[in-house]
């Protein structure tokens, strides 16, 4: 199992950026899908899940920020981030399966400027 998050980068406060995350070697369609953050100096917190179903769930610090979609046609899902703000910095790992530990991506970090 492979996954492959991308879409990182450098933002100013306010702005927008979109993370993909591409999944391999596993049944993407039938697998729960989660992104979490890691701030710096902090431990990963769960902030968004999308079920095989297509329902969501968001932290309440990203909620009507963020939004996390799937294509399972393309094994992807993605995480909509807008009105990004400094504590949004870190690093963002998807994440697969309702199990421990499941399916973990590589991360990919986020810095937002003010």
């Known amino acids: 199992v492979q996954l492959q998050a991308c879409g990182g980068g450098l933002v100013q406060a306010e702005g927008s950026l979109r993370l993909s995350c591409a999944a391999s070697?596993?049944?993407?369609?039938?697998?729960?899908m989660d992104w979490y953050h890691r701030s710096p100096g902090k431990g990963r917190i769960l902030i968004a899940t999308i079920t095989t179903d297509g329902r969501t769930n968001y932290a309440d610090s990203v909620k009507g920020r963020f939004t996390i979609s799937r294509d399972n046609a393309k094994n992807t899902t993605y995480l909509d981030m807008s009105s990004l703000t400094p504590d949004d910095t870190g690093v963002y790992y998807c994440h697969a399966g309702v199990w421990t530990p499941g399916y973990w991506g590589q991360g990919t970090q986020v810095t937002v400027s003010s």
């Open positions: 070697g596993m049944s993407f369609s039938t697998t729960v």
